[in-house]
């Protein structure tokens, strides 16, 4: 189904935005390292093409209406092919489950962001063996380490639009968690039905406020292996000093493989699988982009929120950031202090750490390009005028009329119990344990029912996911970090919630006890020494066959604690899906009124499904005042960065060849120099990270991998004279493999000799 709520459970507190992560460090303003590294005093009206950026991450079916455009840019490619997602190159882009990926192979080899395998790297990490600080490179199949149970591959094989059965009849629905509910039981019958074949993972998608639905097949790919990443000063070079920032000169880039059964069908991992034989993989660019040059980027964005309400956008501004952004920064400080207490916990942390790191300097980022740019009034501006569109029409106001007074109703009792969704969400993922104990809850209430009963993250077809994900929590968990975040998510609510959440919440752990920092540390140091759910065996058991009548009686306190607290999740699931279900029927008009309104086709939400944007490498200046960045940085200014300490740390071989000029073919002769990344106008957000970036032939040039901070409220409003996206530059990613690390295995495999 997706998203609940506008911006909770589908902002979700804890959404990790996946673009380069790293230390916590904010600046203020652009590095300053290199000053005049890619800026120029030019005007950039002089270096502008024509072409002005619309914005959108479109369909692939909606671009037969930009082909003209394209054309005009310099297309080459068949434009029949950019339409159709199953042909090249549409067809080589994968999904990774948040991340966005393609091969590049026919023998399965996949490329994507380092900030993308993260995961992988800590799984297969120890302190005497760190993958996450000094990368992995695979010289042979047998040496490809396993990303743990829970990585995939999802390979796109279908498109089907469902709207028609999805939608039939629900606006003569009264009720609105019935009217949800019917979405719900329409949706488990479609996926039934898709899934029937093996291997194959379905998901409803909905576009436009609810308006389409499209029925999705993928080949769901269980064995996936980390072949190669760079050195963390490579790959995460600038950290979060540099982050969503330019200049910049990150290596940004990794290399998995997928691997099947003999039969060439997807299977649990074994030493016996064989490499996957992908339809087709990309083809490397046999020339470098430049200036102006056409490109686009296709894969999976997660979510935008640019048909979103004046109510929903202020909310963001005045409420969801500003509570976000002081959640990230308490989680933060305490993952660094225990971090430099224990190395085992700063290891199992690091995943966590980078993510919120990001997702800090996203979200501030996001809230300061929403203030500044008026957004909130903005979009007050855009339905004041919805209004009067509707209004002027007699047939608009009978289709319309109702629609904004309905929103607004729905949206204000939302915001009645808001607070106490907020402080649960918290308490459930940041404490694993717990976490896992409301699931184990939440399973066995569900498995008595038949399965088409279910709810649908816990029908049949995810129990193997569910008890992959607590298998995998051992290589993660640690008892310090775990209570730890336990004791600060109950401070927190005891100090930034509302009395609703308070009162409800706190006396389920605390009993009478006053929420004081000493009786938090007795309580959960108790609940944690005390309970068996640390060890994996005991979990899955549980999760597998546990009934509520075993649960109510268990003597395990953190099980007892999720059997007292389920009342309380049921409670604002049920409102969600009541929400829901009112939208359903509301919101599709909404989004209908603004297509009407709207001076040219638009684009739905991102939702994670494949998307394809086009523009062209520009540069941008981010103030009126400021110079203009060019578009390109090269290897001599990652160099000048370098201080010997993180996160400005690169190997100390990338440095030797970079300062001794040892090129060869992957010099960029305008820039005299190895190109590092690039900027384009493309208009990406979270999920597109490791998306293939590609050239007006359909050939890779490089991997999306982050977007400028002056742009950051471009998910809720797209600014195309400062909107760019960040791009790590095939020609470095190679000569990176080539002459600094001896991936030349892989290169031969890509098709590309070595030459260095």
């Not at 064995?223 to 963390?232: F, G, K, L, N, T």
């Not at 942390?349 to 203030?371: F, I, Q, V």
């Not at 600014?719 to 002459?739: C, E, N």
């Amino acid at each position: 189904m997706g998203c609940r709520s506008p911006l909770i459970s589908c902002a979700a507190v804890f959404v990790l935005a996946a673009c380069a992560d790293g230390p916590t460090q904010l600046p203020a303003a652009a590095p300053t390292a290199v000053p005049t590294a890619g800026t120029t005093n030019v005007p950039p009206l002089t270096a502008r093409p024509s072409f002005e950026n619309p914005g959108g991450m479109w369909l692939p079916k909606q671009l037969e209406a930009h082909l003209d455009t394209l054309k005009k840019l310099g297309l080459e490619l068949d434009p029949q092919k950019l339409v159709d997602p199953m042909a090249y190159p549409l067809g080589a882009v994968v999904s990774l489950g948040g991340c966005s990926a393609s091969f590049v192979s026919p023998e399965g080899l996949i490329v994507t962001n380092h900030h993308c395998v993260t995961g992988a790297l800590g799984y297969n990490s120890t302190p005497e063996q760190n993958l996450l600080e000094n990368g992995y490179l695979a010289k042979t199949r047998s040496d490809e380490k396993w990303n743990g149970p829970t990585a995939r591959v999802y390979v796109t094989e279908a498109f089907n639009d469902v709207t028609d059965f999805v939608r039939a009849g629900l606006d003569q629905i009264q009720d609105d968690k019935k009217r949800f509910e019917t979405i719900e039981t329409r949706e488990k019958e479609l996926i039934a039905k898709c899934e029937k074949r093996p291997n194959i993972r379905c998901d409803l998608a909905s576009y436009f406020g609810g308006g389409q639905y499209l029925l999705i097949e993928k080949l769901e790919i269980k064995d996936v292996r980390i072949v190669y990443a760079p050195h963390e000063g490579v790959g995460n070079f600038g950290g979060e000093v540099d982050n969503w920032r330019w200049p910049r000169h990150g290596g940004d880039f990794a290399f998995l493989r997928a691997y099947v059964g003999r039969d060439g069908k997807p299977a649990a991992h074994s030493p016996d699988n064989v490499p996957y034989k992908p339809r087709m993989h990309l083809r490397l660019a046999s020339r470098g982009l430049g200036p102006g040059d056409l490109v686009f980027v296709a894969g999976y964005p997660g979510r935008t929120m640019r048909l979103s309400t004046a109510d929903e956008t202020a909310e963001a501004v005045d409420w969801f950031y500003p509570k976000r952004i002081r959640l990230f920064e308490d989680y933060l400080a305490l993952i660094e202090k225990l971090g430099k207490e224990d190395p085992d916990v700063a290891i199992k942390a690091k995943p966590t750490e980078r993510g919120l790191a990001n997702a800090l300097t996203y979200t501030k980022g996001s809230l300061e390009g929403l203030t500044k740019g008026g957004a909130a009034d903005l979009r007050k501006k855009r339905e004041a005028e919805l209004k009067s569109f509707i209004a002027a029409d007699p047939d608009r106001q009978k289709r319309f009329g109702e629609v904004l007074p309905r929103l607004e109703k729905h949206f204000a009792e939302r915001v009645k119990h808001r607070e106490l969704a907020y402080a649960l969400s918290e308490i459930e993922r940041m404490s694993s344990l717990v976490g896992a104990a409301h699931t184990i809850v939440r399973m066995a209430e569900e498995r008595p029912k038949a399965d088409a009963l279910r709810k649908p993250d816990l029908q049949e077809r995810n129990w193997q996911r569910l008890e992959q994900e607590q298998q995998a929590l051992e290589k993660r968990y640690s008892r310090k970090l775990d209570s730890s975040m336990l004791k600060l998510a109950l401070a927190r609510i005891s100090k930034h919630s509302d009395e609703n959440a308070r009162s409800r919440v706190l006396p389920v752990f605390l009993g009478k006890l006053e929420p004081s920092e000493a009786n938090i540390d007795k309580v959960v140091e108790r609940l944690y020494r005390e309970t068996k759910l640390e060890d994996i065996a005991a979990r899955v058991e549980l999760l597998k066959k546990a009934n509520l009548t075993r649960l109510r009686a268990s003597r395990d306190p953190i099980l007892r604690l999720a059997v007292e607290l389920r009342p309380l999740f049921k409670a604002r699931d049920d409102r969600a899906d009541a929400e829901m279900g009112a939208l359903a029927s509301v919101r599709p008009l909404y989004v209908a009124a603004l297509r009407e309104h709207a001076p040219a086709p638009i684009a739905p939400d991102a939702n994670g499904t494949l998307r394809v944007t086009y523009g062209t490498v520009r540069g941008y200046r981010p103030k009126p005042d400021a110079p203009t960045y060019t578009p390109f940085t090269k290897l001599e200014e990652l160099v000048a960065k370098v201080t010997g300490k993180e996160p400005f740390d690169a190997p100390p071989r990338l440095v030797e060849l970079a300062k001794s000029k040892k090129f060869g073919p992957y010099t960029d002769q305008r820039l005299g120099s190895v190109p590092v990344d690039f900027l384009a106008d493309l208009d990406i957000t979270g999920g597109n990270s490791g998306s293939p970036t590609l050239n007006a032939r359909g050939e890779l040039v490089g991997l999306a991998f982050d977007g400028n901070y002056e742009a950051m409220a471009s998910d809720w409003v797209f600014m195309p004279d400062i909107t760019r996206s960040i791009h790590v530059d095939l020609r470095f990613m190679t000569w990176v493999m080539d002459a600094v690390d001896g991936a030349d295995h892989l290169l031969v495999e890509m098709g590309k000799q070595p030459a260095l």
